[in-house]
């Protein structure tokens, strides 16, 4: 009987990793690594369960570093097949893989240097070298077609409307029985600009479902106003906004929003820099794919020259340094690594300034401590007092809420045999699985770390 093995993202969200063993053959379903507390972060060093050269292929739901950054690790621990994706996924890979393994090598250097770690010398979870030959395993697909991977195998991405080429990825077993896993990935949402609306979901005997808002309901819809007054604020000090965003996704629906208040005359202009030469990257895959896209994107990319580039780490700093009133949008998202924790340092002091998340900020990092109004972070090992406004607006995730996962449960044709919830913090899963028991009556398991499971397939 095929199964399945939960590596990552099992109470937890991330590290997503999903370990499929069919007919003597191996799958891995995303290859992200694990971000937030140290016992999490800790698995990224653990080996899997079977040797990675074992392995006979890799398929991908989006670029997001959560399903895909663990891969440079998993090829330079000798993982040889192909990677599977679609081309929006591929495209995006080509930033966040190199700009994952520089920031692995920083922190290498960065604790040798300081000698703050327990290893010596502490050794990078993996190199740019081995970024790069992930990178050369990449095999990008179109969405909506079935592409056979392996004897028997056959996958169909289909767009998720979570991130530029994110998808729910259907595998059918060729044979006799035809039976069919849907792998969910990261789910969008609906009615928002830039992405489009999840595609309807498909017919599947188990169904891999993310839950990271399964106990929330996004804020409604307020048409930018809360950006609108923090910004507003926040100027008016004379400080500045200080965004930690993902590189990729978030910075594009920020600049819609910003653009659009500016646009509507709700917003007066303010300097705005994407610090971030991955982002800026990103913004341009962005344009080359905009009929993966919503509607929407082509007004944005009418307004979109009106922001300043910080392309070199030098003009980053000079950033850091000026007073000037200015929106700054720098990655990484939770605060984690990245130009922001620069930002941060210089700006958590001062009352005048406003750190905003516009994203989920994982237990352990950084951007949690912060949301849940800790009086100082520590950041490059000195304790910094925490002055500044903390603010956040959870309207611009791009994940689903619990309404949304259910109205998106409603698309499939028939109910899975069994669903598995993932990607989600304990209370979130519990929460979900009621809600789609009592309202769907469906079958709904919560895997735990390692388990593994049998398919009725
Ligand atoms: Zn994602």
Not at 341 to 349: I, Q, R, S, T, W
Request: net charge neutral.
């Amino acid at each position: 009987m095929p199964s399945l093995t939960f590596l990552g993202a099992a109470r937890t969200v991330t590290g997503s990793k999903y370990l499929l063993e069919v007919d003597g053959q191996r799958v891995l379903f995303d290859c992200g690594l694990f971000q937030g507390l140290k016992e999490l972060r800790l698995r990224n060093w653990s080996p899997l369960p079977v040797p990675p050269e074992t392995i006979d292929a890799v398929v991908l739901t989006h670029a997001h570093i959560d399903h895909s950054g663990w891969l440079p690790r998993l090829v330079g621990q000798g993982f040889k097949g192909p990677i599977f994706c679609t081309g929006g996924t591929a495209d995006l890979c080509k930033l966040v893989l190199p700009d994952a393994a520089h920031l692995q090598e920083e922190d290498a250097k960065f604790a040798n240097k300081r000698g703050f770690s327990k290893h010596s010398p502490a050794l990078p979870l993996y190199t740019e070298a081995d970024a790069a030959e992930a990178l050369t395993r990449f095999r990008p697909q179109p969405f909506n077609q079935k592409i056979s991977i392996l004897s028997g195998l056959e996958v169909e991405f289909i767009n998720a409307g979570h991130l530029l080429g994110s998808s729910y990825i259907l595998l059918t077993r060729q044979d006799k029985s035809g039976g069919r896993i849907l792998f969910g990935g990261d789910l969008g949402r609906y009615s928002r600009p830039i992405l489009p609306d999840p595609s309807p979901g498909v017919a599947a005997d188990v169904l891999l479902l993310e839950s990271t808002y399964g106990d929330r309901l996004h804020p409604a819809e307020d048409d930018g106003a809360t950006l609108a007054r923090i910004i507003t604020e926040t100027v008016a000090r004379r400080g500045k906004v200080i965004v930690p965003a993902f590189a990729i996704g978030r910075v594009e629906e920020l600049l819609y929003w910003i653009f659009k208040l500016e646009d509507e005359g709700r917003l007066a202009k303010v300097p705005i820099y994407v610090d971030s030469p991955m982002a800026l990257k990103g913004l341009e895959y962005y344009n080359t794919r905009t009929d993966e896209l919503d509607e929407e994107i082509v007004a944005m990319r009418r307004k979109l020259p009106r922001f300043t580039s910080v392309n070199s780490a030098m003009e980053s700093k000079a950033l850091v340094e000026n007073d000037i009133p200015a929106v700054i949008i720098a990655s990484s998202g939770m605060a984690t690594g990245g130009r922001v924790v620069h930002h941060l340092f210089a700006g958590l002091p001062e009352p005048r300034n406003t750190i905003l998340f516009v994203g989920y900020q994982a237990a352990g990092t950084r951007g949690r401590q912060l949301e849940d109004g800790a009086q100082y972070v520590k950041i490059f090992g000195q304790h910094v007092p925490v002055h500044a406004r903390i603010e956040k607006i959870d309207g611009m995730s791009s994940h689903a809420d619990s309404g949304e996962i259910v109205r998106w449960l409603r698309t499939l044709p028939r109910a899975p045999k069994t669903t598995y919830l993932v990607h989600g913090e304990v209370v979130a899963q519990d929460a979900l699985k009621a809600r789609i028991t009592k309202e769907l009556g469906w079958n709904v398991e919560i895997p735990s770390h390692g388990q593994k499971v049998e398919l009725p397939l």
